[in-house]
């Protein structure tokens, strides 16, 4: 596969990352209000929610330099 190939499944991929990182950023808070309003551990849950929200949006930030390096000669060329 071309480096333009591989650029593309990895533009796919930052992007399914990123609607996943949405996902669990509207879940997390969500929940975390849902703790501080029935006095649940709220700290907790606040602290696990931070973590999966920089766990998915860091492998979406991987995903994105992995898309640059891939295009980097594409989209300026060395003259």
Known sequence: ???IGKGFKWA????RWE???IKV??????IVVL?????????EFGLISVV????THMIA???H???????KNVRHPKK
Do not use: D, G
């Open 19 to 21: 609607e996943r990182t």
């Open 1 to 3: 596969m071309n480096k």
């Open 25 to 30: 950023t509207c879940i997390c808070l969500v």
């Open 12 to 15: 796919q991929r930052e992007h």
């Open 35 to 43: 703790a501080y309003y029935y006095n649940v551990y709220p700290a």
């Open 65 to 71: 330099k992995m898309e640059q390096y891939c295009f």
């Open 52 to 55: 999966l929200i920089s766990i």
């Open 61 to 63: 930030r991987i995903c």
